[in-house]
């Protein structure tokens, strides 16, 4: 199992991205799944989170600018990133509670994440 992450680069402010995360491999179920980040010289902090069923949450940073939403057929996850401030600059990463084909509990998987440039 394993996720990917694409969709990264250079926008200037006020601008959009759109990433998009897939997971592939012997996948039996996916359930929760969410967007972390991490800027330069700051600790990972978490985005948003999607359940199964859709529900959504987000930091109280990127709430009203951010949203996150799935596709369950193609078990990829995507952030609709709007009004990008230079502050959103950092290394998005994806991660997702995976049950593999041969297990029978949910594991944690990362990708290898992305870098997103907010800069004039």
């Known amino acids: 199992v394993q996720l990917q992450a694409s969709g990264g680069g250079l926008v200037q402010p006020g601008g959009s991205l759109r990433l998009s995360c897939a997971a592939s491999?012997?996948?039996?179920?996916?359930?929760?799944m969410r967007w972390y980040r991490q800027a330069p010289g700051k600790q990972r902090e978490w985005v948003a989170i999607i359940s199964s069923s859709g529900s959504t949450n987000y930091a109280d940073s990127v709430k009203g600018r951010f949203t996150i939403s799935r596709d369950n057929a193609k078990s990829t996850v995507y952030l609709q990133m709007d009004s990008l401030k230079p502050e959103d600059t950092a290394v998005y990463y994806c991660?997702?509670?995976?049950?593999?084909?041969?297990?029978?509990?949910?594991?944690?998987?990362w990708g290898p994440g992305t870098q997103v440039t907010v800069s004039s």
């Open positions: 991660n997702a509670d995976i049950k593999p084909i041969d297990g029978n509990r949910y594991i944690g998987y």
């Open positions: 491999g012997s996948i039996f179920s996916i359930n929760a």
